[in-house]
């Protein structure tokens, strides 16, 4: 019922960028958050920065001043700007949506299959 489609992982050196985005697709649910989290190798998954549907943001203190997290309300979609990339940003980037389906009160999460972000020269 509900599929969260990530895209815009890959490979870049030290110091670039990418763009991640994340769609959730279906119906009948609204979204109250959603985000992205990571997981290197051997290391707990942990969130990277989140984003309401009223645009309020919380970004983990390793990625403050360097990278944006925005939406886009009317598609379902979670955008993750990163900037000034360093090789400890190497993980597995997981989407995470919080939603309500209209028939209920109670919110549940979904997660992305997660895209890979390699950073390395």
């Known amino acids: 019922q509900v599929q969260l489609v990530e895209s815009g992982g890959g490979l870049v050196q030290p110091g670039g960028s990418l763009r991640l985005s994340c769609a959730a697709s279906?119906?009948?649910?609204?979204?109250?958050?959603m985000g992205w989290y990571r997981q290197a190798p051997e290391k707990q998954r942990e969130l990277v920065a989140t984003?309401?549907?009223?645009?309020?943001?919380i970004y983990a203190d390793s990625v403050k001043g360097r990278w944006t997290i925005s939406r886009d309300n009317a598609k379902n979609t979670v955008y993750l700007q990163m900037n000034s990339l360093k090789a400890e940003d190497t993980a597995v980037y997981y989407c995470?949506?919080?939603?309500?389906?209209?028939?209920?009160?109670?919110?549940?999460?979904?997660w992305g299959q997660g895209t890979q972000v390699t950073v390395s020269s």
């Open positions: 984003i309401t549907s009223g645009g309020s943001t």
């Open positions: 995470k949506a919080r939603l309500r389906f209209y028939s209920g009160v109670s919110e549940y999460d979904y």
């Open positions: 279906g119906s009948l649910f609204s979204i109250n958050a």
